[in-house]
């Protein structure tokens, strides 16, 4: 008689495993609410082509796809922001903002399994349309710590990582390197913690190797790890868009810290999110041991509400996975 066993990288929630997966979106939820957040939900298969045109045609080796009975090429979601971009753009004229919106649903993706890492999870998103400044980021941030805390998790435990894409542009820019250049490092910068100088191969191979001075900047620049070592490195360089941007970081951990939230957060540069639709602030949420992947991740992203056919929208969110809870 034949056995039958969960396929790899799924999972099955025996009543216990339920109840502490449920108690674990129960806080998401209530934290959420405090905040102000309207929950959604979307469909879990959605058109292929709304993937391809946020990520391009690489993004297809993770899916879930094939093609449905009427013919249609369509996938499994493999992440929420396409969808909600999709959603919100579709009703943006008839919607209050800044629109706070946030989400716990399922997603899959067909990648090699790890630890934290399966091919079906469940994400708590949240998201902010609407809103231009680092008001936006300010309580994305002040949520997500709120959504690990609300566990009893403190300063001791977990800690957000805080960089900037668009500090990153304005800084290379400012060394000389166009935007192809500058795309590039930043897949480097992506990489470098975890390969090194290896991290930049992928630069060599498309532009050559990279000028040895204008790499010490780089490296020196991602060493940066505090708001005064940032203006200092900022004031040196006299560039009036680098400059300007400073006063955005201060708005946004002054907040921070008048919240008392600066001890959850640490300024590195390093953290440059992989996706690169991301356009300003970004950030990661990791634990202090330094054990588990990345607890949660997000940044500002905002070209794609207009890129996925609706309006021009400015927009932030982050993401918590749950497998690092389970």
Request: hydrophobic share 45%.
């Amino acid at each position: 008689m034949a056995t039958f066993q969960t396929l790899p990288g799924f999972r099955e929630f025996y009543p216990d495993d339920l109840t502490r997966r449920n108690h674990v979106f129960r806080v998401w939820r209530q934290t959420a609410n405090t905040f102000g957040f309207a929950e959604y939900d979307a469909p879990v298969l959605e058109p292929l082509e709304l993937y391809k045109a946020k990520s391009g045609d690489e993004i297809e080796g993770q899916l879930f796809n094939f093609l449905d009975k009427g013919g249609r090429e369509v996938a499994l979601r493999p992440e929420m922001t396409p969808t909600v971009c999709r959603l919100v753009g579709a009703r943006a004229n008839a919607l209050k903002r800044p629109i706070k919106w946030f989400s716990i649903a399922e997603f899959f993706r067909y990648e090699r399994m790890q630890k934290g890492r399966g091919r079906c999870f469940h994400q708590f998103n949240a998201d902010i349309f609407g809103e231009p400044g680092a008001e936006a980021e300010i309580e994305l941030i002040a949520l997500l710590v709120q959504c690990l805390a609300a566990f009893g998790l403190t300063e001791q435990d977990f800690y957000v990582r805080l960089s900037d894409r668009n500090l990153w542009f304005f800084y290379l820019q400012a060394l000389g390197l166009d935007e192809p250049r500058v795309r590039a490092i930043l897949v480097a910068i992506d990489r470098y913690e975890k390969y090194g100088d290896a991290a930049f191969e992928g630069y060599t191979k498309e532009f050559g190797a990279l000028d040895e001075g204008v790499k010490a900047k780089v490296l020196a620049f991602l060493g940066v790890k505090s708001l005064a070592a940032l203006e200092q490195t900022v004031t040196a360089l006299g560039d009036q868009e680098l400059t300007a941007r400073l006063a955005d970081w201060r708005q946004l951990l002054g907040a921070l810290t008048a919240m008392g939230l600066e001890r959850f957060v640490e300024v590195d540069l390093g953290v440059v999110r992989g996706l690169a639709y991301y356009t300003g602030f970004v950030f990661e949420a990791f634990d202090r041991k330094g054990d588990l992947r990345a607890l949660a991740g997000g940044g500002r992203y905002d070209d794609l509400v207009q890129k996925l056919g609706g309006p021009a929208l400015p927009a932030v969110g982050f993401a918590i996975g749950d497998m690092t809870f389970s």
